[in-house]
Antibody, heavy 118, light 107 residues
Framework: QVQLVESGGGVVQPGRSLRLSCAASGFTFSGYGMHWVRQAPGKGLEWVAVTSYDGSNKYYADSVKGRFTISRDNSKNTLSLQMNSLRAEDTAVYYC???????????WGQGTLVTVSS | DIQMTQSPSSLSASVGDRVTITCRASQGISNYLAWYQQKPGKVPKLLIYAASTLQSGVPSRFSGSGSGTDFTLTISSLQPEDVATYFCQKYNSAPFTFGPGTKVDIE
C-alpha cells in the first residue's frame, strides 16, 4: 500500500533553514509528480510546491518562491523540501502528497510540524 | 492567479439531510476541480476529481457537478461520519489553489 512518511520538522528561529523529507513506498515513485502542501494551525490548506516525476519541472506558490526548493531522489524514493529564510507565517503542518493526475492529490502523508519562532 | 471561494463557510444539518456546498473559481477552469474531506485531526482525503468523478472507495452519497467557474459538492444523506471540513481545489495549472473550506457539523 502507498505510504508517505514525512520527517524533519521542528522548531526553528526566523531567518534560519530547515529541510523536510518524505519517504515514499508502495508505488512506483519515479512515475508520479509529488507535492508539498501545508496547513497553518487552525487554517486551510495551502499548496506549496510540485516536482514532476523526473524532477525536470518545478513550480512554487508565490509565498515561498525564492526561499523554498523542492527536489526528489528517485533512486531513494525520497522527496525533499529545503526551506530557507523561514518566517513566522511558514509555521504549519507540511504534508507531502502524491499526484493522481497533475495537481490531484490521492495520497497524503501524516504531516510534519514546522514552527518558526524565536 | 485564479482565486477559489466556497459557500457557506460552515453549516449544520441533521442526519439524513441533503447537503450542498458551492465552490466558485474567479476564472474558468473547465472541469479541473477536486474536492477533499478533512476530518478533525486527520489528513485530507480525496473525494472527487474532474469535478464529478468519485475517487475509488468514496461512498456514493457524495457527488460533484459543475464546470467553468461554478461547482457543487452534494452529500445526498448526511451521516455522522461526514462531520469534516470540505475543500475544493483547482488543478488546471499551478498554483493548485484550495478554497477556504466549508465546515460541516451535525445538528
Amino acid at each position: 500500500q502507498v505510504q508517505l512518511v514525512e520527517s524533519g520538522g521542528g522548531v526553528v528561529q526566523p531567518g534560519r533553514s530547515l529541510r523536510l523529507s518524505c519517504a515514499a513506498s508502495g508505488f512506483t515513485f519515479s512515475g508520479y509528480g509529488m507535492h508539498w502542501v501545508r496547513q497553518a494551525p487552525g487554517k486551510g490548506l495551502e499548496w506549496v510546491a510540485v516536482t514532476s516525476y523526473d524532477g525536470s519541472n518545478k513550480y512554487y506558490a508565490d509565498s515561498v518562491k525564492g526561499r523554498f526548493t523542492i527536489s526528489r531522489d528517485n533512486s531513494k524514493n525520497t522527496l525533499s523540501l529545503q526551506m530557507n529564510s523561514l518566517r513566522a507565517e511558514d509555521t504549519a503542518v507540511y504534508y507531502c502528497a502524491k499526484d493522481r493526475a497533475i495537481g490531484v492529490f490521492d495520497y497524503w502523508g501524516q504531516g510534519t510540524l514546522v514552527t518558526v519562532s524565536s | 492567479d485564479i482565486q477559489m471561494t466556497q459557500s457557506p463557510s460552515s453549516l449544520s444539518a441533521s442526519v439524513g439531510d441533503r447537503v450542498t456546498i458551492t465552490c466558485r473559481a474567479s476564472q474558468g477552469i473547465s472541469n479541473y476541480l477536486a474536492w477533499y474531506q478533512q476530518k478533525p485531526g486527520k489528513v485530507p482525503k480525496l473525494l472527487i476529481y474532474a469535478a464529478s468523478t468519485l475517487q475509488s472507495g468514496v461512498p456514493s452519497r457524495f457527488s460533484g457537478s459543475g464546470s467553468g467557474t461554478d461547482f457543487t459538492l452534494t452529500i445526498s444523506s448526511l451521516q455522522p461520519e461526514d462531520v469534516a471540513t470540505y475543500f475544493c481545489q483547482k488543478y488546471n495549472s499551478a498554483p493548485f489553489t484550495f478554497g477556504p473550506g466549508t465546515k460541516v457539523d451535525i445538528e
